[in-house]
């Protein structure tokens, strides 16, 4: 039995775990992936207070360092089930079980997918979803980089620096990225754009080889190609607790500013809930309120047993 289970190790999750820590609870952090979450995978964070530019997975491992160091523990497994509504809560992984007093959930969002035809068969044969991760696999080939947005464009500028020739290809007419990315990409030569365009298919043998892409009049373009870098965004991953906290029609949990839910002992943090901006500082912002609200409801349930 651990005071609060933190699900979720990203920047939300590892600050609601360092105001526990303080608070001298225990506190117990279930993670399916790496610590740091999408930060981990960021190459350089501009907006982040006390740092002109930080790696994300150096901020990571800051934090990380930091609970450790405070006696947090980490568990790297994945929520499979849990059971949030009595008085002492229970999550089961594949692996174990676990139980808690408080829990704060801060698990983020699953990355988008194409759902074209070839994607699953090809993911990790030239399809992937990390630029940073994967991008020196690719030094000196051609590349597609999926999306319009801050993620597409920051993956492109990255590849780009890598890679022989990047082509954003976008659903839109525009880029919704910033304006300072737009404006880095546009200065690299070997980056271009196929604007009001989509992918309908992958192909290759036993790696990718090229892409099928539907342009705004219906035509279709079989595209050569060494790789896929997949980045149209994320969505909610909340589907075990449906039926226990409650979410809007996006599945993204309902809570006011104190990160509060409709169930006690149960609050949450991060990109998992609604919010009008989904940044680090906002996640950090929304842990150590989640954090201090978990430390008050144990505070005043010991006083209440008292």
Known sequence: MTDI???GAGPAGLTAAIYALRAGLSVTLLEASVYGGQMSITSDIENYPGFKCIKGHELSELM????????????FQ???????CGKFK??????SEYHSRAVIVANGLKRRVLACRGEKEYTGKGVSYCATCDGAFFKGKNVLVIGGGNTAVEDAIYLSNLCNKVTLVVRKDYLRAEKYLCDIADKKNNITKLMESRVKEIKGENTVKSAVIEDKNGKFTEVLTDGIFIAIGYSPDNEIYRG??????DMYFIS???CTTNISGVFVAGDCRIKPLRQITTATSDGAIAGSMAIRFISESDSKTN
Not at 90 to 95: A, D, E, I, L, N
Not at 244 to 249: A, V
């Open 5 to 7: 289970l933190i699900i």
């Open 256 to 258: 006011n500013e104190s």
């Open 64 to 75: 990380h360092r930091q609970v450790v160091d405070m006696g947090g523990e980490f568990v």
């Open 90 to 95: 229970t999550v089961k992984t594949s692996q």
């Open 78 to 84: 994945e929520a499979k089930s849990v059971e949030l």
């Open 244 to 249: 226990q906290i409650e979410m809007d029609k």
